[in-house]
Structures are given as C-alpha cells and as structure tokens.
C-alpha cells in the first residue's frame, strides 16, 4: 500500500518540487497552499505522470485554524501521514517598525505557528506507531540575525532550534526530524518579499534543493544545508562574532530590498 506525504507550500518553487520526488517515489500526496487553482493544476500534473491518489487542501497557513482544519480533514478521510514536509514560508523586506504588525504576525502564523501544530498533530501518531518522517525547511538565515528581515531570519532560527531539538528528543522512537537549510534558491520568494537577488553562481534551482532535502530526509539525516557554497559560508558565519554577520546582513538585505 502507498504512503501518504503531506507538503505544505507544494503548488510552488522547492515545494512544488517537493511534490514531483514524492510522487515519483510513488507516494500518495497531501498538497496544501493557499492557490486551489494552481494546486489542482498541480495534482492533475502529478496524477497524470505517476499512479499516485492526490488530495489538495487550499489552506491560508496564516489563519490561526488553519492547521487543526487540515489534521481533521485528513482525519476524517481517515487518511495515515508517513512523511510530513513542513515548507510553507515566506519573507518580508524592509524597516521593521515600518511593517504592519499584522504582517509580522501572520509571518509568525505561516513560518512558526504552523508549522509546530502540524508537527505536533501528526508527530503523535508517528510516535504511537513507530514510524515516521518529518522535513522542516528553515534557512542559512537561520545562522544569524537579519536587519531589515528581522522577522524572517528569526523564524528560520526557531525552525532550525526547534527541529534539531526535537530530531534528538525523538530518537529512538522510529520517528526523524529533517532540517533542511536552503540558501537562496530561485523560486518566487524574492519578488514576494520584494528582494532582488542578483546572486549568479550562488543561486541554487528548487529541483537541487529539495532533492538534498528528499536524501537527508530518506537517510533520516537531522540536518542538512543546501550545496557547498551555503555550507562554507554557513560555517565562516557560524564561527564569526555577531555583531559583524549582523552588520553584513544588514548591508545585503538593505541593498537588495525592492
Ligand atoms: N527561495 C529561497 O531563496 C529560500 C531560501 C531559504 C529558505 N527558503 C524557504 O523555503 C521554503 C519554500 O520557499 P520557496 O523558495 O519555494 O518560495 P515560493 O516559491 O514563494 O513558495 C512558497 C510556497 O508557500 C506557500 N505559501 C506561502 N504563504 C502561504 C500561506 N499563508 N498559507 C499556505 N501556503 C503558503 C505558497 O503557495 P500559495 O501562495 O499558493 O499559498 C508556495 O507554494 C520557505 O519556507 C522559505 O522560507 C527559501
């Protein structure tokens, strides 16, 4: 019997690709994102490519409701999540204090919010049964603070706390937890969070992306950055004092705000 893998964020960019190795590896799929037209365009796609039953729920992540209404959805289709890709996310650019707070907010919602109560709704039967995996997609941005992203390499630093914490507590318990830290990858992120990123040969494809992300997941890996380059620039970032990655950051994401 197939399994059923659920992705967060699949009608797009690394999610969508998410969607083409899970389906390829001849699993059933839970899509979630907030465009019902694009995700049916996605599962007619898949379905067409692969033998694989695709269920889509259009879901705005930002709503607090949002995560129990999928779990009890699934629930009630009395569907079984083996793999749980929490990847759903996105950026803002500019002043924090010239952001509307609503925004920051629902950034905290999609990014943080969501992401920890589908991993506890779907961690729990996972433990009970004894199997499972889950992929959580923090950031490099998670190795230092962001000026002028404030928010958004905050919750990529909780992602990557939260999932590496929770990777150790449930070992052991044939449940693993993936963190997988893209660097900047082309995909609609910059032009929704107004950045131009004029990066050439650091820029990685979405299908390269999450397929280190697919392997790490599949060898039960609990951590994994994206390509070399975003490895040695992750560990010199690492080993650097704050205050000057901070200064460099905020140098970057000033520059290259829309
Ligand atoms: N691209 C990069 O350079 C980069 C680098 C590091 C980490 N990441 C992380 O990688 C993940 C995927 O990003 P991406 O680059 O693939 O970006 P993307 O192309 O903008 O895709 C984001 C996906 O998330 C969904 N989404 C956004 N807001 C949502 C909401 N409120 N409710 C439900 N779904 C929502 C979008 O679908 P809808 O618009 O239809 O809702 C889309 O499917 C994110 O967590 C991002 O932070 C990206």
């Known amino acids: ?149 404030a928010m958004y390499y905050a919750s990529k630093a909780f992602v990557y706390s939260f999932s590496c914490a929770l990777a150790r507590e449930l070992k052991g318990t044939g449940v693993t937890v993936t963190t997988l830290n893209p660097g900047i990858t082309r995909s609609q992120f910059h032009s929704r969070a107004h950045l131009k990123r004029d990066v050439g040969m650091v820029m990685m494809e979405a299908d390269q992306v999450a397929r280190i992300g697919y392997d790490a997941l599949m060898h039960g890996k609990p951590n994994i950055t994206a390509g070399f380059i975003n490895k040695l620039s992750s560990s010199v970032s690492k080993a650097l004092p704050t205050r000057f990655t901070t200064n460099i950051a905020a140098r970057l994401n000033r520059q290259n705000g829309g």
Do not use: C
């Open 1 to 149: 019997m197939k399994q059923w893998a659920l992705i967060t964020g699949a009608s797009q960019g690394i999610g969508y690709e998410f969607t083409m190795l899970f389906a390829a590896n001849g699993y059933n799929l839970i899509l979630v994102a907030r465009d019902q037209k694009r995700l049916e365009e996605v599962a007619d796609e898949v379905s067409s490519k692969y033998k694989v039953t695709v269920k889509v729920i259009p879901k705005d992540l930002s709503q607090p409701a949002a995560a129990l209404d999928i779990f009890n959805e699934i629930k009630g289709d009395g569907l079984e999540v083996e793999v749980l890709i929490n990847n759903a996310g996105f950026g803002l650019q500019g002043p924090f204090t010239e952001i509307e707070l609503s925004k920051h907010l629902a950034l905290i919602q999609v990014n943080i919010t969501a992401l920890v109560e589908l991993t506890h709704l779907l961690a729990r039967p996972m433990v009970k049964r004894g199997s499972g995996r889950i992929l959580n997609v923090a950031s490099t941005a998670a190795f230092q603070p962001g000026p002028f992203m």
